[in-house]
């Protein structure tokens, strides 16, 4: 069976530094921080993480009620990033229901802010006389992807992946072999999340959220850095438009990027603690599924989220295959953890380097560890064309993916 | 005090277009709700949550409400509502 080829033909972003790709990455190419402090979290017992990265300066009233009843924030997010990539990608309102257009989006987790209004009249109040008929929708597994559905009227399969932080960058390969198998011709595919304490507090109880800069927010997380101590959580949502080769040509459409590797894999010794050889055993399948080798990568955009064994562990698994000579910078220390969304938000700003011809290095780091400075650690913006990109997504929860992109304006 | 019917149908105008974003100038006593107003049968559960706070009374189980089809309807049915709570007290 041959299978088709599949391109990136829209982009569309939710980050903590707004709306939209283009602010997106002018914040990324300055190296700005999207991280603060949040004065909730020092209210909460238990919770020495007081900094986050949350989304700011969008309106969810420019999404009609009917529809946005049944969303909670991370929907919203979702919603106005696909309607910005169908935009980018000039696909009228027709073509989305004409059964062409799937959709993969999932979320780590369901809205917690919804679970938590409803848990405060099922425990606290001890009646359930105020709960709206909308509120079950807000809380479904597929919440995202079905509201992504409904208010842009796309008829074609829906499906909504969780594996936790790897949610993304799975969603995006997924939605890559569905359009390679010719099951759609194009997919808005991606993560979403939104932020609540329970987020943060989850990470810093198992010790791996960041708790030593409170009162300095812009200067973690620090991936790889000496003096990393743990992730930032974050929100918001990235969704890449993907579509088969021949749809796009036939449309004439913009192509931006091509998907040519996938690979998704468990780590069965522990759902909590990072694996160097599951990192290795992902990304090594994902080089065979694109039919490249390790010394064809000009960058790789890493996972590293900054928790201390999260970035040796995978900063091993890139060194023993392609040792130390491939550019490697992680985007948390701009971004924070945007959880779901990190995977298909940090694909966004990969394929956008290659666009530009650049390496954006990762913030925050100053001294990088010795156990993670064997390989090629990005600390300057760099001028590199891009043929080929690698994107990690290595989750807490047990889940891998890593997905190879090729530049198709350096290589049509 | 005893709320006039001017009184009362204000509150529930108010209350309608503020739960459910409706346009001021549709809320007319002849306008119905699923063609009109555009609601559906969602918005028909939340709408008896709106009503019971704003007047503090109970009506979920009421089986007249089930007979509502336009705004004037609601209205009708919230006047003799408080009404007939005014006349038991």
């Known amino acids: ?412 | 005090m005893r709320m006039t019917n001017e009184e009362i149908i204000q509150i529930i105008n108010n209350s309608l277009i503020k739960e459910f974003e409706l346009d001021s100038k549709k809320m007319i006593p002849e306008a119905m709700l699923y063609d009109d107003l555009e609601l559906d049968s969602l918005d028909r559960v939340d709408m008896v949550i709106v009503l019971e706070n704003a007047f503090k009374f109970k009506i979920k189980e009421e089986k007249e409400i089930r007979d509502i089809r336009t705004l004037g309807d609601i209205h009708n049915f919230v006047i003799n509502k408080i009404r007939d709570i005014e006349r038991a007290s």
Request: proline residues 3%.
């Open chain 1, 1 to 412: 069976m041959q299978l088709k080829r599949v391109v990136v033909t829209g982009m569309g972003a939710i980050s903590p530094f707004g709306k939209g790709v283009d602010l997106l990455m002018e914040s990324l190419l300055k190296g700005k921080s999207g991280i603060v402090m949040v004065p909730e979290l020092k209210d909460i017992g238990g919770v020495r993480s007081h900094v986050a990265a949350l989304v700011k300066d969008i309106d969810p009233g420019v999404i009609p009620r009917k529809h946005r009843r049944t969303m909670s924030r991370m929907s919203i997010y979702a919603v106005l990033a696909c309607q910005e990539a169908l935009t980018q990608a000039e696909l009228s309102s027709e073509y989305c229901s004409g059964g062409n257009l799937g959709i993969a989006i999932g979320s780590t987790i369901v809205s917690i802010d919804t679970l938590q209004k409803f848990f405060e009249d099922y425990l606290i109040e001890k009646n359930m006389e105020q709960m709206r008929s909308t509120t079950f929708f807000q809380i479904m597994n597929h919440s995202c992807a079905f509201n992504v559905s409904q208010t842009l009227g796309i008829n074609g399969r829906v499906i909504a992946p969780a594996a936790a932080c790897s949610t993304g960058c799975q969603a995006v390969g997924l939605g890559y072999e569905i359009i390679a198998f010719g099951k759609q011709d194009l997919m808005l595919c991606g993560g979403a999340d939104e932020f609540h304490p329970l987020t943060t507090a989850s990470f810093d109880i198992i010790n791996a959220a960041s708790i030593g800069y409170n009162d300095r927010p812009h200067q973690t997380p620090r991936p790889f850095d000496r003096d990393r101590d743990g992730i930032v959580c974050a929100e918001g949502c990235g969704i890449l438009l993907l579509e088969s080769l021949e749809s796009a040509r036939k449309r004439g459409a913009a192509i931006f990027a091509e998907i040519t590797g996938f690979s998704t894999t468990s780590n069965p010794q522990n759902i909590a603690d990072p694996s160097a050889a599951s990192m290795e055993t992902c990304m090594r399948k994902a080089l065979l599924d694109a039919g490249v080798e390790s010394q064809d990568i000009d960058y790789i955009n890493a996972h590293a989220t900054a928790t201390i064994r999260g970035d040796i562990e995978e900063s091993r698994a890139i060194y023993e295959i392609f040792g130390k000579d491939v550019p490697v910078s992680s985007l948390k220390g701009h971004l924070g953890h945007t959880m779901a969304a990190s995977g298909s938000l940090e694909l966004i700003a990969t394929i956008n380097m290659m666009k530009r011809n650049c390496v954006i290095p990762t913030l925050n780091l100053e001294n990088p560890d010795d156990l993670c400075k064997n390989i090629n650690l990005v600390q300057q913006l760099e001028n590199r064309q891009i043929r080929y990109a690698l994107k990690n997504s290595f989750a807490l929860g047990g889940v891998n993916s890593s997905l190879i992109l090729r530049s198709y304006e350096n290589d049509k």
